[in-house]
T-cell receptor, first 111, second 114 residues
């Protein structure tokens, strides 16, 4: 899983600011998944993307959250106007098929 | 709806003792089943997976898991626990018909005492 790169590792934002989380999938992987892990909970699926397409965003909150996976560059999870409840670890995974390789996550703290 | 249940929130075992972590799932089709381990502040590392075939699967670090369809279970076992096994363990179900997104259990935290 060391091949999936997420940055930053830690991100601190004040309420109302924007948070941008980046994920570079493993080489050759065209599927990217974002998960959120709230304190003392398991990971919850947020969104599934392929290059330039959102395949499934059923786990994304309806407001303030968006994700993209452009033709070039990393996948971006964007959280606008962050609130304290957004504090969590956000994990990205990439996959060829049938198995996800996870990054080490971005830990977002909203103060 | 799909769900994964890990009934034990926290388990403490002595080093050298055997370990079994429970996982039950609810899913209408043939599941893809996984166990991941997460050390503090780290990402998830795959221990083992079941797709089909032999219901007893071997993984890394001496772990194994057995798929029991009749019980909808996929319990993780290790015959002799090492102190370095202390971590959070997550069971996950992968969907076969809507892509690769996973449903995770809430995790079992393992403490190993000397």
């Amino acid at each position: 899983n060391a091949g999936v790169m997420q940055n930053p590792r830690h991100l601190v934002r004040r309420r109302g600011q924007e948070a941008r989380l980046r994920c570079s999938p493993m080489k050759g992987h065209s599927h990217v998944y974002w998960y959120r892990q709230l304190p003392e909970e398991g990971l919850k699926f947020m969104v599934y993307l392929q290059k330039e397409n959102i395949i499934d965003e059923s786990g994304m909150p309806k407001e303030r959250f968006s994700a993209e996976f452009p033709k070039e560059g990393p996948s971006i999870l964007r959280i606008q106007q962050v609130v304290r409840g957004d504090s969590a670890a956000y994990f990205c995974a990439s996959s060829p098929a049938g198995e996800d390789y996870f990054g080490n996550g971005t830990r977002l703290t909203v103060t | 709806a799909q769900s994964v249940t890990q009934p034990d929130i926290h388990i403490t075992v002595s080093e050298g003792a055997s370990l079994e972590l429970r996982c039950n799932y609810s899913y209408g089709a043939t599941p893809y089943l996984f166990w991941y381990v997460q050390s503090p502040g780290q990402g998830l590392q795959l221990l083992l997976k079941y797709f089909s075939g032999d219901t007893l699967v071997q993984g890394i670090k001496g772990f194994e898991a057995e798929f029991k369809r009749s019980q909808s279970s996929f319990n993780l076992r290790k015959p002799s626990v090492h102190w370095s096994d202390a971590a959070e363990y997550f069971c996950a179900v992968g969907l076969t018909n809507t892509g690769n997104q996973f449903y995770f259990g809430t995790g079992t935290s393992l403490t190993v005492i000397p």
